[in-house]
Structure formats: C-alpha cells, structure tokens
T-cell receptor, first 114, second 112 residues
Framework: DAGVTQSPTHLIKTRGQHVTLRCSPISGHKSVSWYQQVLGQGPQFIFQYYEKEERGRGNFPDRFSARQFPNYSSELNVNALLLGDSALYLC?????????????FGPGTRLTVT | QQQVKQSPQSLIVQKGGISIINCAYENTAFDYFPWYQQFPGKGPALLIAIRPDVSEKKEGRFTISFNKSAKQFSLHIMDSQPGDSATYFCAASEGGTYKYIFGTGTRLKVLA
C-alpha cells in the first residue's frame, strides 16, 4: 500500500506570494494533520482535519489555512509568504480522529521563500 | 507546560553499543508518547510508541522506558548500527488528539 503522498516535492516562491501544498493520506485513513518543520527543529503542529472538519489548530497566523476533501485528501494554503515560512511542510495521516495514537508522515514539501 | 524537552542534542555511539535518548514533559494530560526517526530530506518515520499505563515497550532493538511519576521517557537502541544514524524525535499528544508536541531532536551517529 502507498504511504502518505505529498506534492510538490520542492517549491520556490517569492515573498508576498501564496502557495498550495497537497497531501493524500494512506488509504483508509480519514484524518490528516499538517506540520511545519524548520531546519534543525522538531515539527510544529499547524492543523488537523477529520471528515472535512477542522479538529485542531496550532499557533500559526491566519495566513495559514487548510481544507479536506471528500476523498480525505487535503490542501494547505499559505498567503502573503514571509521568508520565515521557508520550511519542510509535513502531512501526517491517521485512521480516526479523537482516539489519539499513531500518525504516519509523508516525505514533505520543501518550501523556500526568497 | 506544552514543551517536551529532549536530550542530548547529539550522540555518537560505537557500532554495537547502546544509544539512549531522553525526554521529559510537564503536561500530565499527555497520554501517548511516540518516537520518530528521520533521515535527511525525508519525513519522520514512526519507530515505537507507548502509553502511560505501561512502563516499558520493546520492539526489536528499540525499547521505550516510561517513568510516569518523573514525567520522563527514553528510547534505547540496542546493538546500534551505522544505518541507525539519523535524527530521532520524541513526541507527546494529549487526550485523544493528534496534536503532537515534538522534542527538539537528537542527531545520532553510529561509528562503524
């Protein structure tokens, strides 16, 4: 079975632009979470979605938004990009929401803002 | 209170040795503690996880030790191999959520 897939792999954007990152969870998984990992640090939680509803939000500005589609795939949108948004964006999927437990991460999208 | 403190920042171990990484937390509502392994340019891969009702869990060469009263948990890698060279992250999540709080990571190097 395929794991979590993310696209694109790499992306270079200019300050002020917006970006859309995409994630497909493991087949059968209904919950998707997004994390930001700055170089040399641990991942930071951004959002969790389950059944198209937001179930959790981290300490990120409103420039960050996300949504989940009926097929459980998800998009992360970031507006008005700043240099500090340069990071590896990770998507993680899990079987259900509310039970806690294991999450499986994708390979990430490397975003560089110049 | 939401932090997970991880140590050491880096670790060098001889092949065949034991690698030990420690984490500490404050939030007593945390109820799930996974460990992840991350290679450069890759996403974190789940290694092993534990819940507070268990003091130890072993999977192959990887063991988690959990001390609920001290609010500490650790990862032991037995018979460390050069292929184990990677960055290891501990994490914790609260009350049935998937909001993981990650430690700062430990860069492990196993010498051949």
């Amino acid at each position: 079975d395929a794991g979590v897939t993310q696209s694109p792999t790499h992306l270079i954007k200019t300050r002020g632009q917006h970006v859309t990152l995409r994630c497909s969870p493991i087949s059968g998984h209904k919950s998707v979470s997004w994390y930001q990992q700055v170089l040399g640090q641990g991942p930071q939680f951004i959002f969790q979605y389950y059944e198209k509803e937001e179930r959790g939000r981290g300490n990120f500005p409103d420039r960050f938004s996300a949504r989940q589609f009926p097929n459980y795939s998800s998009e992360l949108n970031v507006n008005a990009l700043l240099l500090g948004d340069s990071a590896l964006y990770l998507c993680a999927s899990s079987p259900v929401a509310g039970a806690g437990g294991e999450q499986y991460f994708g390979p990430g999208t490397r975003l560089t803002v110049t | 209170q939401q932090q997970v403190k991880q140590s050491p920042q880096s670790l060098i171990v001889q092949k065949g040795g034991i690698s030990i990484i420690n984490c500490a937390y404050e939030n007593t509502a945390f109820d799930y503690f996974p460990w992840y392994q991350q290679f450069p340019g890759k996403g974190p891969a789940l290694l092993i996880a534990i819940r507070p009702d268990v003091s130890e869990k072993k999977e192959g060469r990887f063991t988690i030790s959990f001390n609920k009263s001290a609010k500490q948990f650790s990862l032991h890698i037995m018979d460390s191999q050069p292929g184990d060279s990677a960055t290891y992250f501990c994490a914790a999540s609260e009350g049935g959520t998937y909001k993981y709080i990650f430690g700062t990571g430990t860069r492990l190097k196993v010498l051949a």
